[in-house]
């Protein structure tokens, strides 16, 4: 099963200049949708010259989650060709926003492919790119007496725990690899009377 994907650890940026007009790509890991406005927000106000936003960003390992704009390029002409890089590099969970000034000299719809393509690229070769696991959290709740059998597990498989309350009623949230699953679960399962519960995936 698989497991792992490829992700920029911080925020990284690239130029790419062209008969006059200045494409200035910006590339940031993200963990959902919703970061999108955030980070596009502050460039607007920094390059408020600037005449277009353009952008593609990528989510999971799922190569049909993904979103393209072309901020009134046309159409195909900048979005999709900073996809298509994201794509042929095999990184997910980006966001690469290129930023346009005009330099009064139309380019063409081959022209501006090109500079969309290789701003993107530049932003990804200053980037530090990282592998990184799919997780899956799980909430853990058993009787105090039971402490030392799910410690037991926790401690067979090296897991981490992110949360934790103990009392009588003990409960621990702990995230391992999606592929490790069948086997932790399979081994929580056989605690008799212990409550196991799916919460997310990171």
């Known amino acids: 099963m698989e497991d792992t994907y490829k992700t920029i650890k911080t925020p990284s940026e690239g130029l790419f200049k062209d008969k006059g007009s200045k494409f200035f790509a910006f590339a940031y890991p993200i963990e959902q949708e919703s970061e999108v406005k955030a980070l596009i927000e502050p460039l607007r106000k920094e390059h408020f010259k600037a005449v277009h936003f353009c952008y593609a960003f990528r989510l999971g390992l799922d190569r049909t989650n993904f979103r393209v704009n072309d901020d009134g390029e046309p159409s ?8 298509n890089v994201l794509l042929s590099k095999d990184i997910t969970n980006i966001l690469v926003v290129v930023v346009r000034y005009w330099g009064g000299t139309l380019l063409g719809v081959p022209g501006l492919i090109n500079a969309y393509k290789s701003a993107t ?9 990282i592998e990184k696991t799919i997780n899956e959290v799980y909430q853990v709740q058993f009787e105090y007496i039971q402490m030392n059998d799910v410690m037991k597990v926790v ?11 103990f009392d009588n009623q003990c409960t621990i949230e702990i995230d391992f690899r999606k592929s490790l699953a069948n086997q932790i679960l399979g081994k929580l399962e056989k605690i008799e009377g212990i409550l196991v519960e799916y919460l997310r995936t990171v």
């Open 121 to 129: 690229e530049e932003a990804l070769v200053e980037a530090e790119v």
């Open 155 to 165: 401690k067979d498989f090296d897991l981490k725990i992110k949360n934790q309350q």
């Open 76 to 83: 195909g002409s900048a979005g999709r060709p900073i996809l």
